[in-house]
């Protein structure tokens, strides 16, 4: 594949621009929510099995919420 500025058969590869609100976002539902939620149902149940459920669905319930807000206002 010839690419531009005479590469020629070097290899290509592709840059991803990821703004920050959206690293920021990931770090506050995915880290710190699933952690928060891990930890709340592990003190609630004792129950290993629920809190790493908790801990998946919980940030995924938090953007789902979050992202039904924002189209609100």
Not at 33 to 40: D, S, V
């Amino acid at each position: 594949m010839k690419g531009r500025f005479g590469a020629g058969s070097k290899d290509v590869f592709i840059v991803y621009v990821v703004p920050a609100w959206k690293w920021k976002e990931f770090l506050a539902f995915e880290l710190i929510g699933g952690i928060a939620f891990y930890l709340i149902g592990k003190i609630l149940t004792h129950s290993e099995w629920f809190s790493v459920a908790a801990n998946m669905a919980g940030p995924q319930m938090l953007k789902n919420t979050y992202a039904a807000l924002r189209t609100l206002a």
